[in-house]
């Protein structure tokens, strides 16, 4: 698909919003200037968390991209097909679709004069990342999750979490989990937090691990984690992608998990950090 340019966006000017052509709709598109982009300006593709994570997000994402702006990067968010204010309902997304959109994305970004896109991609959005990563200059994957099953099983507990509590409040309760893992399995909707999960997506997501790419050498990735240094976990997730081929720095952070927090958090001194550290590399001040 082929796409316009678009009208110029300022670099501290007011975000623009319109909805782009997705793999199976219309998706809801923020764009920060500086659009179109001159050859060679650096822009950033954002890739949200799943489900409620991305709703929590929401502002970290926002707050990061003014930060970018602010810096002469460009960015695109968009909500992926079924999910904000994109069209189609949570039930009917489908991975195939999610990397549709991430495509087309990508394919904006460059009929805009965006020739080396790189990516930043929050939580389960770093396995979208991973996908698309051959058309990518750099990934930048802030607390990423690079095991799709253990993913699914984390949220799926939250169904056990949130049917416990109804019946502490005396409420009816949902399906079990077992019940849920059967209806994902027969291919059915189980619905998780209020989100309708089917069993297609649930098990897209499931076969997905970061050990299955592999990357090139001159596709560099940065850890952005929010843990101290020489925590275990980091130090695997950093092995893990290492072994893809690709050139791996970890960079260690400050700031709130704002995925994790039930209500909306701010996050400036994230976002900040965030963007110093993308702006820093996008503008050539190191090769990686």
């Known amino acids: 698909m082929r796409f316009r340019r678009t009208k110029a966006i300022g670099v501290t000017g007011a975000p623009a919003a319109f909805h782009l052509p997705g793999g199976a709709g219309p998706l809801f598109a923020v764009a920060r200037g500086p659009w179109p982009a001159s050859a060679g300006r650096p822009a950033v593709l954002m890739l949200p968390p799943f489900a409620e994570e991305m709703n929590r997000s929401r502002r970290l994402m926002a707050q990061t991209a003014m930060a970018l702006a602010a810096r002469g990067v460009a960015s695109l968010v968009c909500d992926l097909y079924g999910t904000g204010d994109s069209s189609g309902d949570f039930a009917d997304a489908r991975w195939s679709i999610w990397h549709e959109d991430a495509s087309r994305a990508l394919a904006w ?6 020739d080396a896109v790189s990516v930043l991609a929050i939580r389960l959005g770093a396995l979208l990342a991973l996908d698309i990563a051959d058309a990518c200059q750099r990934l930048y994957l802030l607390a990423p999750q690079l ?8 949220f799926l507990r939250v169904r056990v979490a949130a049917d416990m509590e109804r019946g502490m409040r005396g409420g009816a309760p949902g399906p ?11 291919g059915q ?3 998780v937090a209020g989100y309708g999960l089917s069993g297609a997506l649930h098990d897209a997501i499931a076969q997905r691990h970061a050990r299955e790419h592999a990357l090139g050498d001159h596709q560099a990735v940065h850890l952005l984690a929010l843990a101290a240094s020489g925590d275990p976990a980091v130090t695997r997730q950093a092995a893990l992608l290492q072994a893809s081929g690709a050139p791996v720095t970890v960079h260690h952070l400050t700031g709130p998990p704002v995925w994790q927090q039930i209500e909306p958090a701010s996050a400036g001194d994230l ?8 702006a820093a ?3 050539g001040g190191d090769g990686h």
């Open 109 to 114: 970004m460059r009929a805009q004069g965006a």
């Open 147 to 154: 095991d799709g099953r253990q993913a699914m099983r984390q």
């Open 176 to 186: 079990s989990l077992a019940d849920c893992q059967a209806m994902l399995a027969a």
């Open 189 to 191: 909707v189980c619905e």
């Open 271 to 278: 976002a900040e950090a965030v963007a110093a550290l993308i």
């Open 281 to 283: 590399r996008e503008s």
